[in-house]
């Protein structure tokens, strides 16, 4: 089998501060990634897209690609502007208007409630170090699905727990920045977790719940014992920290000590809420290599395979092999699975007659669609697959300079120009009907 069955559910994928920008508008407080700076242009989300005031031509460009949903995430700052946990009327009719134009076009959203925009007054309160703003996540996550709880059919709760973690409170590379030692970031893990397991609670009330994770087949860099070793800890941290707890009640043996100071009588029980779905944000293979330095390991792109323009390896197996070794790992515990993040960077650029040739994603796509299909022919329950992202963005620390869309965007004069990936996607789930 090569096609899709019919009722498999075709998407696109994007986050709040990657594309809303009206940073300070009706009433919006910044989050912790408006104060972080500086990114690798100087750019920040304050425009971004400008989705906020464009999203009528966004939702356009979908309808036209004949998706089924959108994945989307709320700023929790534009919704709860400040500490006393008011809700912002203003802020939540942006999200009132999205949802209405996308039921015009018979998409349904798949709507997060965090894509790592902590707003700023919480992170002045100790953010996800301190147990206090899982409570506040909760009535975040309260507000919400009063105000949209009725329109939308997927929730999730919080998108990679990992990188969240990782980046923003170990490496410092994402905001908030910090490069806390493990055990105190230990408390930042159990906190993302235990936050996830409260909004699942209130969620999974108002619709099907589904849980999101990257997953990456951790492959050591050399054959050397301690290569393999640092390979099977990383596999550890990236793949299992947030997913076992979640699918199986407990965390994996080799980080407890680390995580056990943090866990309540309780909190387990809560984390592991059972979703309805489960979503792989998925782009690359890791290798992995022993540093015997402080932060005992380091990942890079593995020899011999093409390199996008993000210098992250393109390597369609992986996604074959993290479907099935999911399904194998988790059981009966796993839901069906859903691919909530797939796609790549390349420096694609809007020639002279107005044409954007993306070639190099659409084979990316391509072979990645063909790695999802023999999964499922191998016995995985795969129900979707989301590519990020329907347009150019802010890619974070990368600022405007990682181009991840299926539709160009000129960050000067906001035009949009689809990429030939954008009819390329468009016929291919066409020809999955
Ligand atoms: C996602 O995270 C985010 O959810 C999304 O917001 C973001 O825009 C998108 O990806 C694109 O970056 O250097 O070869 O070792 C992705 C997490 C972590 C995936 C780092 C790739 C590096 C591979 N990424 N990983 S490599």
Same mark, same amino acid.
């Given at each position: 089998? /090569? ?14 501060? @990657? ?32 989705? =906020? ?31 006393? #946990? ?8 942006? =999200? ?13 959203? $798949?709507?997060?409630? !965090? ?49 969240? !973690? ?5 490496? #410092?590379?994402?905001? %908030?920045?910090?490069?806390? %030692?493990?055990?105190? $970031?230990? $408390? ?13 609670? +209130? ?16 492959? %050591?860099? /050399?054959?050397?014992? $301690? ?10 941290? @990236? ?34 809420? %059972? ?7 998925? =782009? ?20 011999? !395979? ?65 790695? +999802? ?12 697959? =989301? ?11 990368? #600022? ?13 004069? @906001?035009?949009? /120009? ?16």
């Amino acid at each position: 089998m /090569t096609g899709f069955p019919p009722d498999f559910t075709w998407g696109v994928a994007a986050s709040a501060y @990657q594309v809303e920008g009206a940073a300070s508008e009706d009433g919006r407080t910044p989050s912790i990634w408006d104060s972080f700076a500086p990114t690798a242009d100087g750019s920040t989300g304050d425009v971004a897209c400008d989705h =906020y005031h464009r999203f009528a031509e966004d939702v356009a460009l979908m309808a036209e690609l004949g998706i089924d949903s959108y994945r989307l995430s709320v700023s929790w700052s534009r919704v709860v502007p400040d500490a006393s #946990g008011k809700p912002n009327p203003a802020g939540l009719d942006f =999200y009132d208007r999205l949802l209405d134009a996308l039921a015009d076009n018979g998409i349904s959203p $798949a709507v997060n409630l !965090f894509h790592w925009d902590l707003p700023q007054w919480a992170q002045d309160a100790g953010g996800w170090q301190q147990r206090d703003t899982v409570a506040r996540f909760a009535e975040y996550a309260e507000v919400v699905v009063r105000r949209l709880g009725d329109r939308v059919g997927t929730w999730s709760t919080i998108n990679e727990m990992f990188e969240h !973690f990782a980046l923003g409170h170990v490496t #410092g590379e994402h905001a %908030p920045g910090l490069s806390l %030692p493990l055990d105190r $970031a230990a $408390a930042v893990a159990h906190n993302l977790l235990l936050a996830s397991g409260r909004a699942a609670q +209130v969620l999974r009330e108002h619709g099907r719940l589904m849980g999101i994770t990257s997953y990456a087949p951790a492959r %050591p860099h /050399t054959d050397s014992d $301690a290569d393999r070793e640092a390979a099977a800890l990383y596999d550890v941290l @990236q793949n299992r920290l947030f997913t076992d707890p979640v699918l199986l009640g407990r965390y994996p043996a080799e980080v407890e000590p680390l995580v056990e100071p943090f866990i309540a009588e309780g909190d387990l029980a809560v984390i592991n809420t %059972p979703p309805d779905l489960w979503g792989v944000n998925y =782009y690359s293979i890791n290798s992995v290599r022993a540093t015997g330095g402080e932060v005992p390991l380091e990942v890079l792109a593995p020899e011999g !395979f093409p390199r996008t323009a993000f210098g992250w390896a393109v390597a369609p197996e992986g996604l074959t092999e993290v479907l099935t070794t999911l399904h194998e790992r988790y059981a009966e515990h796993l839901p069906p699975l859903v691919i909530t993040e797939n796609g790549c960077a390349y420096d694609d650029t809007v020639d002279a007659e107005g044409r954007c040739d993306d070639l190099e994603r659409v084979v990316y796509l391509d072979e990645h669609l063909n790695a +999802v299909r023999a999964a499922m022919n191998a016995g995985v329950d795969v129900r979707g697959y =989301y590519v990020w992202s329907l347009l150019d963005n802010f890619e974070w620390a990368e #600022g405007c300079t990682k181009r991840f869309g299926l539709v160009h965007v000129d960050f000067e004069t @906001q035009r949009r /120009t689809p990429k030939t990936s954008f009819g390329w996607y468009r016929d291919r789930i066409a020809a999955s009907r």
